[in-house]
């Protein structure tokens, strides 16, 4: 394993609690994290998959390196399975691990990008974020949907979710513009800020966003931009 991609041991991790569910933190969770941000800056982005039908991430990726990849996966599978009560039997799946920018200015947004949403329904699917940007830039907002209640969209009630959902879209667009508080649709239920070198490990069922300064987060470089590294797991 390359030396330039190491994590801080032994890592301090703090849960946090959002509604009914919780996350995981871990600041200064690499050795040298502006390797990661030097490494970005010589990167070649692209626009995310949906960004030109307005759907998914309003930004640019970038693969990150897969030496980070493997070091976070090997350290995520045991905090994971230990914290949110993964069985410790199954297998872990990693999807690529990508740079992500956000580029898209607010009167660009399509509806879906104006929402929170959720990554998928899977029992045990996990989103593992780290911020290479400081607090300027938000965080990651999580929340209820009022209508139905529900924090956490799952195989069963992910039918009635998006039923409802989708009926309160086309009977009312919402406002364009980036989602970070709450409103007749859904309930804020709490923000984990952005920060430097900040690890952040939550449910990919639960309803979140991006909490964006459009101010100074609408950027494509990588060194002032609001520039985070993206991995999902399931098992």
């Known amino acids: 394993m390359d030396p330039l991609f190491a994590i801080?041991?032994?890592?301090?991790?703090?849960?946090?609690?959002?509604?009914?569910h919780h996350?995981?933190?871990?600041?200064?969770?690499?050795?040298?994290?502006?390797?990661?941000?030097?490494?970005?800056?010589?990167s070649q982005f692209s626009a995310y998959p949906g960004v030109p039908e307005r759907k998914g991430y309003p930004g640019l990726r970038a693969r990150a390196p897969e030496d980070y990849s493997s070091a976070l996966t090997a350290l995520s599978e045991q905090i994971i399975k230990v914290n949110f009560d993964v069985p410790i039997e199954l297998g872990i799946?990693?999807?690529?691990?990508?740079?992500?920018?956000?580029?898209?200015?607010?009167?660009?947004?399509?509806?879906?990008?104006c929402t929170p949403?959720?990554?998928?329904?899977?029992?045990?699917?996990?989103?593992?974020?780290?911020?290479?940007?400081?607090?300027?830039?938000?965080?990651?907002?999580?929340?209820?949907?009022?209508?139905?209640?529900?924090?956490?969209?799952?195989?069963?009630?992910?039918?009635?979710?998006?039923?409802t959902y989708y009926e309160e879209m086309?009977?009312?667009?919402?406002?364009?513009?980036?989602f970070d508080d709450s409103n007749d649709q859904f309930t804020f239920l709490g923000m984990i800020p952005a920060k430097f070198n900040r690890l952040v490990v939550y449910r990919g069922s639960l309803l979140h966003s991006a909490c964006i300064?459009?101010?100074?987060?609408?950027?494509?470089?990588?060194?002032?931009?609001r520039l985070?590294?993206?991995?999902?797991?399931?098992?």
């Open 93 to 113: 799946r990693k999807s690529i691990c990508m740079y992500s920018l956000t580029t898209t200015p607010p009167d660009e947004l399509g509806p879906l990008q």
């Open 170 to 178: 086309n009977a009312k667009r919402p406002l364009q513009r980036y």
């Open 228 to 235: 985070t590294v993206n991995t999902f797991y399931d098992f």
């Open 213 to 225: 300064n459009p101010a100074i987060s609408i950027n494509p470089d990588p060194l002032p931009g």
């Open 23 to 42: 996350a995981l933190v871990i600041d200064d969770f690499l050795q040298n994290p502006m390797v990661m941000k030097e490494i970005a800056a010589r």
């Open 117 to 163: 949403h959720f990554d998928a329904s899977t029992p045990h699917h996990m989103a593992v974020l780290l911020y290479l940007c400081d607090q300027q830039h938000g965080g990651t907002g999580f929340y209820r949907h009022n209508a139905t209640g529900f924090q956490q969209i799952t195989a069963e009630n992910r039918e009635h979710y998006l039923d």
């Open 8 to 20: 801080r041991m032994p890592p301090v991790i703090e849960s946090v609690t959002i509604g009914e």
